[in-house]
């Protein structure tokens, strides 16, 4: 008897652990302002659903990856992200995918940060000298050089980066576990935001003088967005 008590109880924590980790799915997009009148609502936190009897296979793929992408840019490299707005089937998977170019001999894809994503990532070409800064205090930076087929993981929330350091074009492939993991380029977020933040924040911040942090506030097109 008391083991079926203890069956029933635990029945129940299990039920209740699962409802509450059922409720409030985290956020799909930056933010998503509630309104009570649906009809001049434009996102739900996600995308609105199509009927599931008119989805067709074409909602769920995408072709084309194979195709090198152009990486004649500042830094060097180009990602071709597959999220929820090129391939609709992902709504509410938790899923995208994305094909980055490196040109050779420093193709950079710079620190950034995917506020709603961890991501795993597949070395096919090039060696790549990767890594992440865990948060404060500790500021670990984790790192490593990949080669193809080595594979490396970057946790949710973290800035990282990756470094072409061979000298011929890398690509790889990674997954991301959100529909829309979005990115967060530390250099172009703080110095080249849309209006520009007071420089004497960024060289108090950054320990620098304003004539640098002006430099670079022009640099990152604070002015021209
Ligand atoms: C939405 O409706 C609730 C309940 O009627 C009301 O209290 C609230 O102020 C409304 N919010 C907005 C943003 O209109
Ligand atoms: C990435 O490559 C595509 C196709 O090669 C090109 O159209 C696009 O402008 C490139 N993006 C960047 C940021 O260089």
Redesign the pocket.
């Known amino acids: 008897m008391k083991g079926d008590h203890l069956l029933v109880a635990f029945a129940f924590w299990v039920l209740a652990s699962s409802f509450a980790s059922a409720y409030d799915p985290s956020p799909l997009q930056d933010f998503c302002v509630a309104i009570n009148d649906t009809k001049s609502a434009v996102f739900v936190n996600g995308k609105f659903c199509k009927n599931p009897k008119l989805a067709i296979a074409n909602d769920f793929s995408f072709s084309g990856l194979n195709i090198p992408?152009?990486?004649?840019?500042q830094v060097g490299s180009?990602v071709?992200l597959l999220n929820v707005d090129q391939i609709p089937g992902l709504n509410t998977l938790g899923l995208s995918l994305a094909r980055i170019d490196y040109a050779a001999n420093g193709g950079l894809n710079p620190p950034h940060i995917h506020p709603r994503a961890s991501e795993i990532l597949l070395v096919l070409e090039g060696t790549l000298y990767v890594g992440f800064v865990t948060s404060n205090p500790d500021n670990r930076f984790v790192t490593k050089v990949l080669y193809p087929g080595d594979v490396f993981v970057f946790p949710l929330g973290l800035i990282h980066f990756q470094f072409n350091v061979a000298k011929t074009n890398a690509v790889a492939i990674a997954a991301l576990g959100s529909q829309n993991p979005g990115v967060i380029t530390v250099a172009n977020a703080v110095f080249g935001s849309n209006p520009p933040i007071n420089p004497d924040v960024l060289a108090k911040a950054f320990q620098l003088g304003k004539n640098i942090v002006n430099d670079l506030q022009k640099k990152f097109g604070g002015n021209n967005k």
Not at 69 to 73: E, I, K, P, Q, V
């Open positions: 992408r152009n990486t004649g840019n180009n071709t």
